[in-house]
Each structure stands twice: as C-alpha cells, then as structure tokens.
C-alpha cells in the first residue's frame, strides 16, 4: 500500500518530538560511522535499531568464560542445530557468539534460489562479529568493470576515497605494514602482528618464485598499539585472546558499541531507539524529498513516526533494499528513488568456497606467542594491468599456518594416560589458503519483495536469487591450481584442494541492489551515495557498492559513509536539503 493512503494520526507536539536534524537506520559498521559523522558536525541525530541494545563490556556476558564454563564446551545441541540450520553455518557462530546471532525462526525469508542470509540483530549490528580484516581497494577494483566490460563504471575513483581511507583507519585502528603493493594500497597503520616462523618461510619462497605476488602482515582491525584517540575512546590494546567474536571488554577490536556509538554519545546529539525494526521511509512529494521514517515496534508492534532533513539507510545490504523496496508512494511506486527498475537487481557477493591446506615438515623446535586473530594476505595478482585469465575479477587470498595442540603421531587416544601424555608436546605444522573472490554483478542476481508472506510486523518477506556463474567457477579453479602450485615451491606437503560448494551468502559480503553511478538510467546513487531521484536520502552500507572488488568491503563502507556525511551536512547549510 502506498504511503501515501496510510493514514496516521499524530499531533502537532507530537511531530516535534519525534523530530531530529537526521535519522539513521542501523547500528552496525556503516550506522555507527553516520551516527559519529553527523554528531560530531552538530546534527541531532536519531539511530534506528532493529535489534536489542548492547553496551560495551556490561553486554559480552562470554567474554571471560573459560572453555569448562560453557555448558557444551562451545558446541551447541543438536536440538539448537535443528532449529537453526542456517545461522549456525555461520562463520564464529558457536555456543561462545551465538548470542550476537538472529534464531532462524524469528527472521523468515523465501530462497529463490539458495543464499545463507547471516544476520545479528543488536546495536553494533553484524560489527561485533566481523572478520575485522582492512584491505584498502586500489585503483584496479575501481576501473576493472568498465575496463573489462564485465560492469558499470564506478562514479569515484581511488584518489576520491582515499582521504577518508585514512580518515577511519586513523580513528578505527588498523595494524599493518607499508608495504607498497600496488594492488592493495598503504594506509594509516598501528605495527602489525608478525608473522610466525612458517608463515615467514612461505613468504620469502614465494617471493623467490613469483616477481609479481606478495605475502604481507594483515591489516586488521586491531589495536596492537593504541594512540591517543583510542585511549580517548576508552579502548585498549589487543590481547591476542582471539575471542573477537564473544564481544571484547579491552576494545581491541573496533565495533560500533566499542568506538563510534560512544563517541558519538559523547556530543550529546545522539539518541539510540532499539527494538525498532523499519517498516519504510516516508516521502513528501510536495518538497520532492524524504521527510522520515515508519517505524514498528518490535515487541508492541506499534507504529510511529520520526522526521529528519537527512535520512540515512544503513541497515545492510539486503535489508537496506527491503526497506527501501517497501517505501513505496504514488511518487515511487516500486521503491523509493526507483525511477530506473534496478532497485534489488545487480546484488552480488564473494566467493568463498575454495581453499588448500597441507603440512610443513621442520620448525618443530619453534612457536608463536598468544592466539593471533590476524592472518597473512596475498594480495590480489589477477587482472590488474591487462586481463591474463580466462575469467574476470580477482582474489584476496588469506593464508596462515599454526601447530597442533597434540602430536597426532604418538597415540590416537582422544582420552586416558597417553592423550594427556600427547598434550604435553605440540604437533606439527599445519597451512592454509583459502579464496575472497570478485562476483560479477548481473541484473539476474537480486532481491524482491514477496507478494504473499509477510513478517510477524506486517512487512513483506525478502525474496532472494542469487546464484554463481561460469565465471565463478573458472575462477575458483585458477585460485586452486595457483595456491597449490605455491604451497608446493614452497615445500609444503601433502597440499588437498577443497571446494566447500557452499550457497551464496556465508561470505556474509552480500552487496549491490541499490548501486552507485553517473547515470540515473542504469543506478540508483549519485558518486555521493544520494539517491538520483530523492537527494535527502544516503545509502551507504553494502547494498550501495557498484561492483564487489576482491577485498574485504567494510573499511570501504566506514569511508563511503564519512565522506556522504560531511557531504549531507555541508549540502544542508547551503539549503540543498
């Protein structure tokens, strides 16, 4: 039903009350970056949550149990799996993290085709489970598509980003090394975690053997050593626990709850409404402008409504298309900017799903201190200056290697005398690789909204089809056959391949749907992140990236989104909004 024949009685005191200088939908990586944005540039402004609310520290409630605390020593029951055989294929979903994770049930969708939705509803979003890895994109990721006619051309280029790269990265904390690749630019960097003994060797062999391919120090979300502003924000250094996932009460890590929320609280401009799940954004066709949000109660399931002059939408990628699929008017019938048609096609994702481990023999007099949460990055060495494969796009490969707790050779006893014995010695060596790779976006891949089921708020199911392609599976060979080749000059033995053959989605990479570029005929945002067809409106999560590059996508939203809110506010003193 068109916004436009909802009638909603509401006062005038009460339309000032719920007035605020901007509104934005979501918590996560990209919310909590336009809350602090536009707090610190003065504006009052109101976070939408879907989820509960989650504090720093006072909600981590595993974060200090021990492996014995935990009534299934991190599984879960097999009952827990029935019920949730979605989320819990999760990446760090366990008995330790499963509280940052949604219940199947609760959150229905219909697969078109099969795609692995991972969703965490809280404040802080899906930002208190991130892989937290930081690689900036290079100027190839923001020319291949036009360069190789695979996609639309992006609207900004490396040079139009990079300052605000460097902007988060001073403010978030991200370890690393200079190391002057090409293909994945230098940033703003604490030290980074060093490389074991292993790790070291395999670098200095493919060094040897490939002029063009280089194993670096990760560049992580990390605070290895803290700076002023992370102590202003009352953060800490990593402690190399590698519990991330279970929530960090030293901050060493950045999250939303950790880092922006809470600065941006510090100005006394920020107001936080969880449970408040987004029905739509309502448009004012006499200002031809968005003038605020709907929004449902997620437990009395009331409606009500908040006024802005800025809205930004940064509920994640699908469900940022949901809703804006969902603001339908007699202006926009099919989704609010969605003068074009495209509005939930082009969504695409990475590939994740080929990796190669074996052994390395030796080292066995060495180890490593702590429980790194960092891994080695290959930098992406496919289609940079020319296309030289078969196939379009290229791949982030992450590598890492590590002892076994237990020398596997002296007892196969999993309990008794001689396990307890096995445990006093680590094992061998064990190394990985595995693929992040770039998908194509193609207007086949997309969302929509269903016609017939709805949610328990009244709100039409997500429909998603999404699928891989010829393209993708060339790739994955190439990826396999390289790896391998490289772990065997490198002396590693007993090298297997692995094609995991698992649905879209588990990447948790999901982008697109509301895409970025020049014309309006063939995008949706402006190179500003504004949609064409309703300026007031920001769109800066994952649904509005134009093509996935190969590198993890978060810093890049954290920028996309700095750089649109000083951009909404220096628009809205001119009274361009």
């Not at 009395?300 to 809703?323: C, D, G, M, P, Q």
């Amino acid at each position: 039903m068109p916004q436009d024949s909802i009638q909603v009685n509401i006062n005038a005191g009460g339309i000032q009350q719920n007035t605020y200088d901007a509104i934005v939908i979501g918590s996560g990586i990209s919310g909590g970056w336009a809350a602090k944005e536009l707090c610190e540039q003065g504006l009052k402004t109101l976070v939408l949550e879907r989820g509960r609310n989650i504090e720093h520290i006072k909600d981590y409630p595993t974060a200090f149990k021990d492996p014995w605390e935990f009534e299934h020593r991190g599984d879960v029951t097999k009952a827990y799996l029935k019920e949730n055989p979605l989320i819990s294929k999760a990446a760090g979903f366990s008995e330790e993290t499963a509280h940052f994770f949604i219940k199947d049930e609760d959150h229905p969708y219909v697969q078109e085709k099969p795609f692995d939705w991972i969703r965490g509803y809280q404040v802080g979003g899906k930002s208190l489970t991130w892989g937290r890895a930081c690689q900036r994109w290079s100027r190839f990721e923001f020319t291949a598509p036009a360069r190789y006619g695979y996609g639309l051309q992006w609207p900004i280029g490396y040079e139009d980003i990079a300052p605000w790269y460097s902007h988060v990265e001073l403010f978030a904390g991200v370890c690393g090394n200079r190391d002057g690749i090409e293909a994945m630019p230098d940033g703003e960097f604490l030290p980074p975690f060093d490389l074991n003994c292993v790790e070291q060797a395999i670098r200095q062999k493919i060094k040897t053997h490939y002029k063009d391919r280089f194993l670096v120090q990760a560049r992580w979300a990390q605070l290895t050593q803290p700076r002023e502003v992370h102590l202003q924000q009352g953060r800490g250094k990593c402690q190399a626990r590698n519990l991330c996932m279970r929530g960090c009460p030293f901050g060493g890590y950045f999250s939303s709850v950790s880092a922006t929320l809470p600065w941006a609280k510090k100005t006394g401009k920020l107001t936080i409404r969880p449970d408040s799940v987004v029905e739509s954004v309502i448009y004012d066709a006499q200002k031809g402008m968005a003038k605020g949000v709907r929004v449902i109660d997620a437990h009395s399931r009331k409606a009500t409504e908040y006024f802005a002059r800025i809205i930004f939408v940064n509920a994640s990628a699908l469900n940022s298309n949901l809703i804006l699929l969902n603001s339908t008017s007699s202006r926009f019938p099919n989704g609010l900017g969605n003068d074009s048609g495209l509005l939930g096609k082009y969504v695409c994702f990475h590939n994740y799903r080929a990796s190669v481990n074996g052994e390395m023999e030796g080292f066995e007099d060495k180890y490593y201190y702590g429980r790194n949460p960092t891994e080695p990055i290959l930098a992406n060495y496919r289609n940079l200056h020319k296309q030289d494969t078969d196939y379009v796009g290229g791949f982030t490969t992450f590598m890492g290697s590590y002892r076994t707790r237990t020398d596997e050779s002296s007892t196969t006893e999993t309990i008794g005398a001689a396990y307890k014995q096995a445990l006093t010695e680590p094992g061998g060596w064990k190394v990985y690789m595995y693929m992040q790779g770039e998908t194509i976006p193609k207007e086949k891949n997309h969302v929509r909204l269903s016609t017939e089921q709805k949610d328990q708020w009244g709100i039409p199911l997500l429909v998603t089809s999404v699928g891989y392609d010829d393209n993708d599976e060339r790739m994955l060979k190439d990826f396999l056959t390289e790896s391998t080749a490289m772990l065997d000059k490198a002396g590693v033995k007993k090298i297997r391949q692995n094609d995991t053959k698992q649905a879209p989605g588990l990447d948790i990479h999901e982008m697109g749907g509301c895409r970025m570029g020049n014309d309006p005929k063939t995008s949706l945002l402006n190179k500003w992140n504004q949609l064409h067809a309703c300026k007031n409106v920001f769109v800066t999560d994952g649904a509005c990236m134009t093509s996935t590059g190969n590198q993890s996508p978060s810093i890049l939203y954290m920028a996309l989104t700095a750089r649109a809110a000083h951009r909404a506010v220096n628009e809205l003193k001119r009274g361009n909004l």
